[in-house]
């Protein structure tokens, strides 16, 4: 990955850790449907003047399929699965097993990607992941029936977020990310409407429309501009990986912000995970340089081309 992409990813983590944080506020005023019925309406207001200005929208035409497949699977239900398991379970626990998403990808990019499958230390970082999550489910999620399934409403929702990458990149590429990002969330915005209809709010605090419009805008509408960006110029593997940093943010706010208590699996959990997160970004450990080759002038060659030139 370039130091674009890595500052792609950083910005992108930042971002959807705080997305569990404006939720978890958003609940608090609004019902499950309308909080996701706002931000995806919101997302689509804030990047249809950008992809009409970029003149992206234009790439749309014919993939109407793809596009609601996408809208329905990546984003209508897993942003339902997540936001309704937040009823249940706490935020930093919610970032936190959304980081299975890599681990997802990688699994069905064994039956269907060859491209984007991974192996040497990037496999073991998957693993990793694995041991990391399930420390966190095993442990922190062992409480009564609503949390366990609080919990599976969370890993069901980043099935759904691994399943639409690899899709994403088999259906619409050539299509701008903009113009993917708006007509999803547009798309999407349209399948909860009616549901939204049924539960309109009929009063909100300042808290709970801030944090709605934050979530809309920010959480929504730039973070996944950035991440279709991701996969469109590195991979659905490599990018699924901000899962794995999203969560460090998300355990920060929630802690700070909220007043939400971490458990010493957490902390595990969190340290297995950003060394998941590492092998499967760079493909080595730490210690492990990687080696940069610099070429060195062949002088009797040079000299040779110079009396060459001059006869």
């Known amino acids: 990955m370039s130091r674009r992409h890595v500052i792609f990813m950083a910005v992108l983590a930042a971002t959807w850790g705080a997305s569990y944080l404006f939720i978890k506020v958003g609940l608090r005023d609004f019902s499950s449907s309308f909080v996701v019925f706002g931000r995806t309406a919101l997302a689509a207001a804030v990047l249809a003047p ?10 749309l035409r014919g993939h109407a399929k793809p596009i609601t497949v996408l809208a329905l699977v990546q984003v209508a239900v897993p942003f339902l ?3 309704e398991g937040e009823h249940h379970i706490p935020t930093a626990l919610a970032g936190i097993l959304v980081a299975s998403a890599p681990i997802y990808t990688a699994l069905l990019a064994l039956r269907f990607d060859a491209s984007e499958r991974v192996g040497g230390w990037a496999a073991v970082g998957i693993v990793v992941g694995i041991v990391g999550v399930t420390l966190l489910f095993g442990v922190d999620l062992s409480g009564d029936r609503d949390t366990l399934i609080g919990g599976l ?14 899709y994403l990149k088999r259906t619409t590429a ?33 808290d709970s429309v801030g944090a709605l419009l934050a979530l809309g805008a920010l959480g929504t509408g730039v973070a996944f501009l950035l991440f279709y960006s991701l996969i469109a110029e590195i991979g659905a593997s490599k990018a699924s990986i901000v899962a794995y940093l999203a969560p460090v943010f998300a355990v920060v706010y929630g802690v700070t912000l909220l007043g939400e208590v971490i458990s010493w699996a957490t902390l595990g959990g969190l340290l297995l995970i950003l060394a998941g997160s590492y092998l499967g970004a760079f493909g080595r450990p730490p210690w492990r340089r990687t080696r940069i080759v610099v070429p060195v002038p062949d002088v009797a060659a040079d000299a040779a081309a110079g009396e060459l030139s001059r006869t």
């Open 153 to 166: 409403m969370v890993l069901l929702a980043s099935l759904g977020y691994s399943v639409g990458a690899l």
């Open 174 to 206: 050539g299509v701008p990310p903009v113009a993917v990002a708006t007509g999803t969330m547009a798309v999407s915005a349209l399948m909860l409407a009616p549901f939204a209809a049924l539960s309109l709010p009929t009063s909100a605090g300042a």
């Open 50 to 59: 950008l992809a009409y200005r970029a003149g992206a929208l234009r790439a």
């Open 81 to 83: 699965l997540i936001t």
